[in-house]
Each structure stands twice: as structure tokens, then as C-alpha cells.
């Protein structure tokens, strides 16, 4: 167990050096939504997603969206890191001509479906999901969300759908942060109570700390959490974890790092402080 946890860290870690430098020499923002996701994508690709790098397009593999598409650094980078594409693709990120869009963007193997318009990723999910119950498939369909995305009505509109029909195929995993583009979400849209707001949709729901990499482990290999109703996964998380000086902060839900600030953000992320 002490072994996988540190593969995990080591994924991680390399999910979060990766994003920094992405967005940095690309001048691009969301490197504080990639940070925070980064232990929640090192558990699904550390080995709860049944995936096939070598085989992007296997019938049978778990299907991953990643709704908040704007953050697509981080998964690039696990996507790199797990063998789907060149490590070396990553160094085209967001640049004229480049294989790596600023998006997450369909056409890279790995990449089910291009998102980045918020609350598009759940009703995909949703489609998926049922789509598979039909065709008595056993795959399963996990959908990561922004808390700021759940301002959107079309998710609300497909978490209804998705107990209605009981997609217990289905996981969405909310990256709750606690801050989206302008503020803090309490004080531009409250969602609390938000796990109840899913219960009452028929969800199976846990809350859990989204930075614990053996509980997110534990958490989502348990999904479905109910016979007959969708999980959800509330991981409360901090933004731009890892980098003590972009941590909890606003500011670096679109501002990427100047020189200074990525040289000091990788001495941290290496360990060398």
C-alpha cells in the first residue's frame, strides 16, 4: 500500500511540476485549477481508470471527461506521463501548431470528447453512461467538474437525468476549490448545501479532503457507491496546491507564473526549499 501511495505522489507531483511549466512558457492561465485537480487525476490514472494507453480507442476502456476542460495542463500531462502521447507533445502546448490546444480538445488520444464550455461535460457523461447501460457494457464513465461549472443549469439538468434513469455506471467527481473566475463561490453563487443538493437527485454521494491520495484511491475504487444510483464525489480542494504563494488564491485562476515566480514554484514542487 506504502508503494502504490508513493507512485501515486510521484504522479502527482509530476501533474503539478508539469502544469507550471506549461502554462508558463505558453503564457496561458488555469495552472491554479490544474494544481488543485492534480491528486484527484494521479488516482484515476494511477489505476482506478481501466484505460490502455496503447489502445486509446478499446472498446471496453473507462471513458474520462474532463468538464473543466480549461484546465486540460494537468491531464495533458498525466495523459503524457501514462503513455498515450510523446512527453515531448507536452512542449507544444497552446502554440501556433501544436497537437496540444488550449483546451481539452478531442483528437489526442486520451481525450474522449473536447470541452471548456462549462457544464457540457455532465450531460455528455450522462449520454455515455446511458448509452452503455443499453448495451449492457461494463465500462464505467467518470466526469470531472468544477465547483464553478455547477453554476450552470444544463448540469443540474443532467444530474436529474442521470438518477432519474439511474446511471450507476456514472462518476462525477466536483473539484470544490472554492473559487472560479471572479470570486469565491459562496460569494457569487452559493452552492451549499451542496452535497445535499446532489442526495436530493437521487446521487449516492461522499465528501471527501481531495488532496488525501489513499482516501481519493480507496473512494473511487469502491464506485458505485449505490446499486441503481449515479455517485458523486465532493473533493474539497485548495486552489493551486503544492505552490505555497498561489495557494486559496483568485489571482492565479488565470494568471501564469513570470520568471521568477515558476523558478521559486519548482523549487517548492521538487522538494528544494
Known sequence: MADRISELEELARFIRLTSVKMTHFASSAHVGGSLSMADLLAALYGGVLKVDPAKPKWKSRDRFILSKGHACAGLYAALARKGFFP???????????????????HGVPGIEVSTGSLGHGLPIACGMALAAKRDRAKH?????????????????????????HG??????????????????????LDLDPFAKKWEGFRWAVREIDGHDLGLIDETLRKAPFEPGRPSCVVAHTVKGKGVSFMEDKLLWHYRNASAQEYNAAVVELEGRK
Do not use: M, P
Not at 507544444?92 to 490546444?101: A, D, E, I, Q
Not at 464505467?140 to 432519474?164: K, P, Y
Open 167 to 188: 446511471l450507476d455506471n456514472l462518476v462525477a467527481i466536483v473539484d470544490y476549490n472554492k473559487i472560479q473566475s471572479l470570486g469565491r463561490t459562496k460569494e457569487v
Open 87 to 105: 512527453v515531448e507533445w507536452l512542449e507544444t502546448f497552446y502554440r501556433n501548431g501544436g497537437r496540444l490546444h488550449g483546451h481539452s480538445t
Open 140 to 164: 464505467r464513465v467518470f466526469c470531472l467538474l468544477s465547483d464553478g461549472e455547477c453554476d450552470e443549469g444544463s448540469t443540474w439538468e443532467a444530474a436529474l437525468f442521470a438518477g432519474h
